[in-house]
Structure formats: structure tokens, C-alpha cells
């Protein structure tokens, strides 16, 4: 009986040791590190994005502005 035990056991998936499991939670962290550094560089981009469209909309109602005076002291 004792021996069909340790035979079932030899078997089995290799034993998840310490080392292991620190390297699989080392692997898990630098995955979430690179999944942030790139969530970061897409809204990096997103905000630039942003502040050219209102920058050219500021420069578009800039113009807008200063036509209507133009037209309005004539």
C-alpha cells in the first residue's frame, strides 16, 4: 500500500517549490509592468493628440474672433 502511495506521488506533476512559484510571480509582475508601460505610452499619445486638436481649435476660434471684429468695426 505504502509503495503504490510513493508510486502515485513519483507520478504526479513535479513538485512546485518555493523557487517556482517566485519565478512565476517575477514573470506575472514584469508582464503587469510591460502591460502598464504601454497603457502609459497610448495615453501619453492620447494626450498629445488631444492638446494638437485644441490647439488648432483655440487657433481656428482665434481666427473666427478676430474676423467678426474685423467685420463688425467696418
Known sequence: ???LAID???SSEPETTTENRLDQLEKRF???AAASRELRDRLENHEKV?????DEMFRLLHQVLAHKVQSSSD
Open 30 to 32: 514584469e508582464e503587469q
Open 50 to 54: 488631444m492638446q494638437e486638436r485644441m
Open 8 to 10: 502515485s506521488l513519483a
Open 1 to 3: 500500500m505504502l509503495a
